[in-house]
Structure formats: C-alpha cells, structure tokens
C-alpha cells in the first residue's frame, strides 16, 4: 500500500479505520478529499463515477479521476 495514500469512503462506520492488512492507508471522507496531494485518484465504483466525481470535485480535489471499469478511462 505505499502508492496508496488513503481511500475515500462515505459509509461513517468505516471513516477513520485502516484498510485491511495495512498499517497507514486510512479510509477518510470524500469530503476531505480536496487536501489530498495524490494526481489520481482511482474510482473502483464504476456505476457510481459520475456522483463520485461531483462530490470529489466539490470537496476540491483537482487531479484525474480514473474508473477501471468496464472500459479503463479518465473522467
């Protein structure tokens, strides 16, 4: 998880919790991710990319947004 420097979460049961077998990649809001530094940030809930991405830009995060599925693709 070096590469990783965090995952952005919305579910509140899981805000402030390590991912699992790390031991410093935390789960954070969506809404802090405008202070993140990371250039890409990966979206793994392709079905959901588009509100995602409204609620990251909101938060401030300027960096590329890239969903892995079903087709690889920056929005």
Do not use: H
Request: aromatic letters at 10%; glycine letters at 6%.
């Amino acid at each position: 998880f070096s590469m990783v420097e965090a995952v952005y979460d919305d579910t509140p049961t899981k805000i402030g919790k390590l991912i699992p077998g790390s031991k410093n990649c935390w789960i954070r809001s969506a809404e802090t991710a405008g202070q993140s530094k990371a250039d890409i940030m990966l979206i793994t809930a392709w079905n959901y990319a588009d509100s995602i991405k409204q609620r990251l830009r909101a938060a401030g995060y300027k960096g590329k947004l890239l969903v892995p599925f079903p087709v690889p693709r920056f929005i």
